[in-house]
């Protein structure tokens, strides 16, 4: 399955952002979806995760009640909504898909892989 990631940009402190991860397959359904991020002279980091089936979502703690992760297998489509956003938050996001059920935090589980999208979070 081919993923692309889409909706950074430039935004204030404090304001939100939606990302998209859209799949070229229908089998989308069948696998996870995690997000994870890369600030500059940083390593990848997980930022959250949704499940096939249900879409039990987890977080890492950095972002817990700021982001929420959704799907909607009918567009194929992952959605991440980022709320009260910090500079700290500011990285190239990429999304990525596993046939795990659950989310991995670790990158080497996904088997795809979507093309980055930058977010920059300045005043």
């Known amino acids: 399955v081919q993923l692309q990631a889409s909706g950074g940009g430039l935004v204030q402190p404090g304001g939100s952002l939606r990302l998209s991860c859209a799949a070229s397959e229908r089998t989308f359904s069948l696998y996870s979806i995690g997000w994870f991020r890369q600030a500059l002279g940083k390593e990848h980091e997980f930022v959250a995760g949704?499940?096939?089936?249900?879409?039990?979502?987890n977080y890492a703690d950095s972002v817990t009640g700021r982001f929420i992760i959704s799907r909607d297998n009918t567009k194929n489509t992952v959605y991440l909504q980022m709320n009260s956003l910090k500079p700290e938050d500011t990285a190239v996001y990429y999304c990525?898909?596993?046939?795990?059920?659950?989310?991995?935090?670790?990158?080497?589980?996904?088997?795809?892989w979507g093309q980055g999208t930058q977010v920059t979070v300045s005043s």
């Open positions: 949704i499940s096939w089936g249900v879409g039990i979502a």
């Open positions: 990525a898909g596993s046939k795990l059920q659950v989310p991995p935090r670790t990158q080497a589980p996904y088997d795809h």
